[in-house]
């Protein structure tokens, strides 16, 4: 089974400056991908970025960037020039094969970001 | 504007009574799931569906019941038997079954206890 571990349950950045979110994960398969969704204070979960574990290159979107190392199971997630909005909790997931492919989630990390 | 509405925002359920809580995606996806979120925690998941008429159970089925008797609609009933019911429930959907597919999630409903 597929497992996420996310060691930080808070974090806090200033305004303008670079955080880096831990997550590690455990599975046996070879071929999978890796998400990093967003939940603002209105709760609804917002896709952050995706990584296929295949590609040596590490995803990026806009601000947001991975460090995917896939030999130690680490799938970190960079959130450069943070702004106020970026406040949120983070959660790493794995897609789980036997659940259809449901997610498999991190219990999350708190983000404040200060001006 | 495709997305996935899910209502109502805040619900309440007194003892013994079934609740019903309403998922509908216009985005043409095959796959949906409903996850339960409490405080602290990660998203748990209930139930999920491949396609119209085929549903199964997820880690925390116990106490939940579905239907998918069309594509765009994926209702989740919490019957008397879910003991502590009090949580914030999401539904999300994916165009299919693959684990490249991200899942596109509803604003969520909040269920309590009266």
């Known amino acids: 089974a597929q497992t996420v571990t996310q060691s930080q349950p808070e974090m806090s950045v200033q305004e303008a400056e670079t955080v880096t979110l831990s997550c590690t994960y455990d599975?046996?398969?070879?071929?999978?991908?890796l998400f990093w969704y967003k939940q603002p204070p209105s709760r609804q979960m917002i896709l952050v970025i995706r990584q296929e574990a295949y590609k040596q290159q590490n995803a990026t979107e806009n601000r947001f960037s991975v460090n995917f190392q896939k030999a130690a199971k680490s799938f970190s997630l960079k959130i450069s020039d943070s702004q106020l909005g970026d406040a949120a909790m983070y959660f790493c997931?794995?897609?789980?094969?036997?659940?259809?492919?449901?997610?498999?989630f991190g219990k999350g990390t708190s983000l404040l970001v200060t001006p | 504007d495709g997305g996935i509405t899910q209502s109502p925002k805040y619900l309440f359920r007194k003892e013994g009574q079934n609740v019903t809580l309403s998922c509908e995606q216009n985005?043409?996806?095959?796959?949906m799931y409903w996850y339960r979120q409490d405080p602290g925690q990660g998203l748990r998941l209930i139930y999920y569906s491949q396609i119209v008429n085929d549903f199964q159970k997820g880690d925390i089925a116990e106490g939940y019941s579905v239907s998918r008797e069309k594509k765009e609609s994926f209702p989740l009933t919490v019957t008397s038997a879910q003991k502590n019911p009090t949580a914030f429930y999401l539904c999300?959907?994916?165009?299919?079954?693959?684990?490249?597919?991200?899942?596109?999630f509803g604003a969520g409903t909040r269920l309590s206890v009266l």
């Open positions: 985005l043409n996806h095959d796959a």
């Open positions: 997931a794995i897609p789980n094969i036997d659940s259809g492919y449901a997610l498999n």
């Open positions: 599975t046996s398969e070879s071929d999978y991908y």
């Open positions: 999300a959907s994916s165009i299919e079954l693959t684990p490249m597919s991200a899942q596109y």
